[in-house]
T-cell receptor, first 110, second 111 residues
Framework: NAGVTQTPKFQVLKTGQSMTLQCAQD?????MSWYRQDPGMGLRLIHYSVGAGITDQGEVPNGYNVSRSTTEDFPLRLLSAAPSQTSVYFC?????????FGSGTQLSVL | EDKVVQSPLSLVVHEGDTVTLNCSYEVTNFRSLLWYKQEKKAPTFLFMLTSSGIEKKSGRLSSILDKKELFSILNITATQTGDSAVYLC???????????FGAGTTVTVRA
């Protein structure tokens, strides 16, 4: 009954550090995506994948990388963290249009 | 650029009141409109609407889509404190199955 598992739940980084947010789903969904949520701006799509080996950019991809080597996993990498990347990050997988979200990662970049 | 606008941004009601939330959109190649409820953390799916004029209902929540006027409303009747949440509207286009989200409406229900 896991659904979408996202780790870590909280993270504090210094400017310039790199890190990877992990996302795994056990529903065998082909479509996975990463969103960031900032106050007053709703959810904005960072990157998405329509299947293993296929990724594409969303609305706000700069500063982030993704890869999709398996159907289950879709990690998000911050290459060199900046204060503008302070946000709440959600991973989602979807069956058709219905998104199933992970519990989120609250990231602060100092 | 696809645009999804929700109104109001926030509202406060008392238990038992009825709430109406609005979502208007300007997108190319509309495919569907979805409503999500976000309490403390992850949004959860409420409704998906694809056809005009057909009401979707789930308990005290209902939603309808007007594809001619490009908007949807979400109604909550006999509100309870557990309805307090951010309600998100999202629109999917046929271009690439990506969802564009509105900023959300924060609903606070007071006992």
């Amino acid at each position: 009954n896991a659904g979408v598992t996202q780790t870590p739940k909280f993270q504090v980084l210094k400017t310039g550090q790199s890190m990877t947010l992990q996302c795994a789903q056990d529903m065998n969904h082909e479509y996975m995506s990463w969103y960031r949520q900032d106050p007053g701006m709703g959810l904005r799509l960072i990157h998405y994948s329509v299947g293993a080996g296929i990724t594409d950019q969303g609305e706000v991809p700069n500063g982030y990388n993704v890869s999709r080597s398996t159907t289950e996993d879709f990690p998000l990498r911050l290459l060199s963290a900046a204060p503008s990347q302070t946000s709440v990050y959600f991973c989602a997988s979807s069956y058709r249009q219905k998104l199933f979200f992970g519990s989120g990662t609250q990231l602060s970049v100092l | 650029e696809d645009k999804v606008v929700q109104s109001p941004l926030s509202l406060v009601v008392h238990e038992g009141d009825t709430v109406t939330l609005n979502c208007s959109y300007e997108v190319t190649n509309f495919r569907s409109l979805l409503w999500y409820k976000q309490e403390k953390k992850a949004p959860t799916f409420l409704f998906m609407l694809t056809s005009s004029g057909i009401e979707k209902k789930s308990g005290r929540l209902s939603s309808i889509l007007d594809k001619k006027e490009l908007f949807s409303i979400l109604n909550i009747t006999a509100t309870q404190t557990g309805d307090s949440a951010v309600y998100l509207c999202a629109v999917e286009t046929t271009n690439d199955y990506k969802l564009s989200f509105g900023a959300g409406t924060t609903v606070t229900v007071r006992a």
